[in-house]
T-cell receptor
Framework: NAGVTQTPKFQVLKTGQSMTLQCAQD?????MSWYRQDPGMGLRLIHY???????DQGEVPNGYNVSRSTTEDFPLRLLSAAPSQTSVYFC??????????????????FGSGTQLSVL | DAKTTQPPSMDCAEGRAANLPCNHS???????VYWYRQIHSQGPQYIIH???NNETNEMASLIITEDRKSSTLILPHATLRDTAVYYC???????????FGTGTSLTVIP
């Protein structure tokens, strides 16, 4: 099983460029989310989605857009990259939603990360 | 969601039990305690969760105090591969998100 797949693994951008980080899961998970992790810090939630067509903001949403047109995919868009967005980005998914609340369903499965540098 | 407090770092001798503490004094009745770990630069990995009873699985044991204001993750026989950052998170079941703090960096020493 592929699980949660993130592409690309590494990316270098120039300030002002745009790009999309891809995230796909094959576990039929309704919940998906994006985190960023800066050196010496924990993970901070950027955006999340509880199902196709539904997205919401996390702790640090500024500068990022998301959409959820399918259950499988949850891309993260940087419209105008800034050096402050240099970070490692993780996508995560889980089976749990408000329609089937249960702590076991809340387990997050993470992708392997995308290391982004903005020059 | 309730916030948690963890020591920034700990060491443990290989083969010994690693006991990682977590304080969550503002936890509410419907919130669970979850533990994840992050090895080097990989994505975090789920370890265990519990509400008020002690829990054990193939990876670890979770001990939650009777007043639920603190918990301890126990790795019974630590190996070098257990060197990682361990995150303690308190979360309700619906409509809430996982917020990761900075965790405890555990180093298992040969």
């Amino acid at each position: 099983n592929a699980g949660v797949t993130q592409t690309p693994k590494f990316q270098v951008l120039k300030t002002g460029q745009s790009m999309t980080l891809q995230c796909a899961q094959d576990m039929n998970h309704e919940y998906m989310s994006w985190y960023r992790q800066d050196p010496g810090m924990g993970l901070r939630l950027i955006h999340y989605s509880v199902g196709a067509g539904i997205t919401d903001q996390g702790e640090v949403p500024n500068g990022y857009n998301v959409s959820r047109s399918t259950t499988e995919d949850f891309p993260l868009r940087l419209l105008s990259a800034a050096p402050s967005q240099t970070s490692v980005y993780f996508c995560a998914s889980s089976y749990g939603t408000t329609r089937r609340p249960a702590p076991t369903n809340e387990k997050l499965f993470f992708g392997s990360g995308t290391q982004l540098s903005v020059l | 969601d309730a916030k948690t407090t963890q020591p920034p770092s700990m060491d443990c001798a290989e083969g010994r039990a690693a006991n990682l503490p977590c304080n969550h004094s503002t936890i509410s009745g419907n919130e669970y305690v979850y533990w994840y770990r992050q090895i080097h630069s990989q994505g975090p990995q789920y370890i265990i969760h519990g509400l008020k009873n002690n829990e054990t699985n193939e990876m670890a044991s979770l001990i939650i105090t009777e007043d639920r204001k603190s918990s301890t993750l126990i790795l019974p026989h630590a190996t070098l591969r257990d060197t990682a950052v361990y995150y303690c998170i308190v979360k309700g079941t619906t409509g809430n998100q996982f917020y990761f703090g900075t965790g405890t960096s555990l180093t298992v020493i040969p």
